[in-house]
C-alpha cells in the first residue's frame, strides 16, 4: 500500500484544482448544448409564427434549429450576424431575421416541411405559400447576397 503524506495546504491546493477542472469541464459542457439568440433575431413558437412569418408588409428568414446539433449552434451565429448586418441595411424595416427551437416547437416544423437541422427558409413578401430555401455555405456574404437577391 502507497502512503502520501501531504500537507493541509497541499492537500487543499489538490482539492481546489480537481474542482477548478471538473466546473471548467461542465461549464464548457452545457455552454456547448446550450444556445442564446441575439436580440435582433426574433424568437418564433407555435403561437408567433403565423403572426410573424407570414406579415404581408416583412421579408422573413427563418432558421429551424435543434440545440443537440452542432450545425445549429454555427448557424445561430451565423444568423446573429445576419440579423446585424441587415438591420445596417436599407430594407432593415421590412427584413426580419426568425429562429425556431424544431425540438422545442415540432409542430411548426412539421407544417412546413422541415426535415433536417439546421434549415432556412426564406419567406419573401410576395410568396409566403412557398418559401426560398438557401442551400449555400454558411458565410454572411452569401446569405446577404441571396438575401438581397430574392427580396
Known sequence: ??????S??????????FLLLCSGV???YYADVDYEVPSRVVQLTDATFDTIVMDPTKDVFVLYCVTWSRH?????KLWADLSISQFKRPTADT???????AEAFPETAKRMGVKSYPTMLFYTRLE???????NGQ?????LDSFVFQNS
Open 1 to 6: 500500500m502507497i502512503s502520501l503524506h501531504l
Open 8 to 17: 493541509s495546504h497541499s492537500l487543499m491546493h489538490v482539492l481546489l484544482s
Open 26 to 28: 461542465v461549464m464548457g
Open 72 to 76: 445549429c449552434r454555427s448557424a445561430v
Open 95 to 101: 427584413f426580419v431575421a426568425a429562429l425556431i427551437d
Open 128 to 134: 409566403k405559400a412557398t418559401p426560398l430555401e438557401y
Open 138 to 142: 454558411g458565410l454572411l456574404p452569401l
